[in-house]
């Protein structure tokens, strides 16, 4: 084997192991990344389910509107604040010459 094959299979190899260094790196900084996107893909699909599902959509919340209501004040602060952002979109919608249409 010549000089020049010699020094190319060293090259090969000290860049095989490096390779296998960056690889073992970037599984380990990946962790936490998949978690994360793990607990985004559980989001994603826990809404997707709940879009099959209206009925247990409407029941949650009528349950979450009672207990805002036994609270007291925070279900009329909460109607009141919702009736006034839907008022003020309407309004915006009629003001505006390039207001948003359908």
Known sequence: MSA???????R???????A?????????ASVAIRKVAATGDRVVGFVERMKRKPLLIGIAATALSAVLRAR????KWL??????YSLLQKILLIV????RRG
Do not use: K
């Open 72 to 75: 007291g004040g925070a279900f």
């Open 4 to 10: 020049r094959l010699r020094t190319l299979a060293a």
């Open 12 to 18: 090969r190899d000290a860049l095989i192991v490096e």
């Open 79 to 84: 109607s009141l604040g919702l009736s006034s």
């Open 20 to 28: 296998q260094a960056q690889r073992a790196a970037l599984a380990e």
């Open 96 to 99: 505006s010459p390039f207001g």
